[in-house]
C-alpha cells in the first residue's frame, strides 16, 4: 500500500500568492516523523521542513509552513509569498520509527509560479 | 564547505561496464544512505549505513555493492551496468538513524548507461 500519496496535478500559482501543496500519509506507527523536500530543475534535493507526529505545533520554516492534521494523516506544505524561485518540484516523504526505518517518499508535485 | 558530496557529477557508460560512485559527508554524520531516482522522479531507498555497518539493504540487485571505510564515506560500486540502471543516484546523511533526523542529500550523480 502507498505510504505517501500526492495526488495533485502539476500547480499553479502566481507571484506573491500562497500555496498549498497536499500529502497524506498512511501508517500505524504512533511514532513517524515527515518531511518536505524541494527538487529544483537543477536537481538538487532540499530539505525544507519536519514535522514529528507528537509535535503539537505545526512547524514553520520562513515562508514554509505545514498544515498537520493527525487525525486524517494529511501534511500539506504550505508556502506563503510565492517566488519565481519556488518554481520545483515538492516531495512529501515519511520515516517511521525503528533503526531500520526507511524514508518514503511521495511521488511529487510540480509547481510553476507565474509572474 | 559542501554538506555531502559526490563524484562524479555526470556518468555515462556502456552497457557491461563496472563504475563506483563515491560519497562523501562532512558533517560528521553517523548515518548515510544511497537512493535512486528514476526516470520518473520517483525516489527509493537502495541502502543505509550506521557507523560503518549496514542497516537498510533494500531489494535491489547484486550488482550494487555498497562500502563504507568509514563513517564519513560511502561508496556505491555497481557490477556489469544494465540499461535499466539508468538514473540519478543521491547519496544522503543523517545524523543518525532516528525517526527524527533529518537526510541531507548530496547533488546527485546522473548516471547514463548506453
Known amino acids: 500500500a502507498q505510504k505517501i500519496t500526492q495526488t495533485q496535478p502539476g500547480m499553479f500559482v502566481q507571484e506573491k500568492e500562497a500555496v498549498t501543496l497536499d500529502c497524506t500519509y498512511d501508517?500505524?506507527?504512533?511514532?513517524?516523523?515527515l518531511f518536505w523536500y524541494k527538487q529544483p530543475s537543477s536537481g538538487e534535493m532540499i530539505f525544507l521542513i519536519y514535522?514529528?507526529?507528537?509535535?503539537?505545533q505545526n512547524a514553520t520554516e520562513g515562508r514554509y509552513s505545514l498544515n498537520f492534521q493527525k487525525a486524517r494523516k494529511s501534511a500539506n506544505l504550505v508556502i506563503s509569498a510565492s517566488q519565481l524561485g519556488d518554481s520545483a518540484m515538492y516531495f512529501c516523504?515519511?520515516?517511521?520509527?525503528?533503526?531500520?526505518?526507511?524514508?518514503?517518499f511521495g511521488k511529487g508535485i510540480t509547481l510553476s509560479v507565474r509572474p | 564547505d559542501t554538506a555531502v558530496s559526490q563524484t562524479p557529477k555526470y556518468l555515462v557508460t556502456q552497457m557491461g561496464n563496472d563504475k563506483s560512485i563515491k560519497c562523501e559527508q562532512n558533517?560528521?554524520?553517523?548515518?548515510m544512505y544511497w537512493y535512486k531516482q528514476d526516470s520518473k522522479k520517483f525516489l527509493k531507498i537502495m541502502f543505509s549505513?550506521?557507523?560503518?555497518?549496514?542497516?537498510i539493504n533494500e531489494t535491489v540487485p547484486n550488482r550494487f555493492s555498497p562500502k563504507s571505510p568509514d563513517k564519513a564515506h560511502l561508496n556505491l560500486h555497481i557490477n556489469s551496468l544494465e540499461l535499466g540502471d539508468s538514473a540519478v543516484y543521491f547519496c544522503?546523511?543523517?545524523?543518525?538513524?532516528?525517526?527524527?533526523?533529518?537526510?541531507?542529500f548530496g547533488p546527485g550523480t546522473r548516471l547514463l548507461v548506453l
Open positions: 544522503a546523511s543523517s545524523q543518525d538513524w532516528r525517526v527524527g533526523e533529518t537526510q541531507y
Open positions: 501508517t500505524s506507527d504512533p511514532s513517524y516523523g
Open positions: 514535522q514529528g507526529s507528537y509535535d503539537q
Open positions: 516523504a515519511m520515516r517511521e520509527g525503528g533503526a531500520n526505518s526507511k524514508l518514503t
Open positions: 558533517l560528521g554524520h553517523d548515518t
Open positions: 549505513y550506521n557507523n560503518k555497518e549496514l542497516i
